[in-house]
């Protein structure tokens, strides 16, 4: 279950940069702050389990 939140989490990470960098380069901004919520959000979840 964790692997498959992380996979999911990552996926969808690579398509908000992915649209980020080619049509608005101001989302890079969002897509770095968004990187590090998931970071933390990661963090959490794997100390809870």
């Known amino acids: 279950m964790k692997n498959q939140v992380i996979l999911l989490v990552l996926s969808f990470y690579k398509k908000i940069k992915n649209k ?12 770095l702050l968004y990187k590090n919520v998931v970071i933390v959000y990661l963090a959490y979840y794997l100390k809870k389990q």
């Open 20 to 31: 980020s960098t080619k049509k608005h380069p101001n989302l890079g901004c969002f897509s």
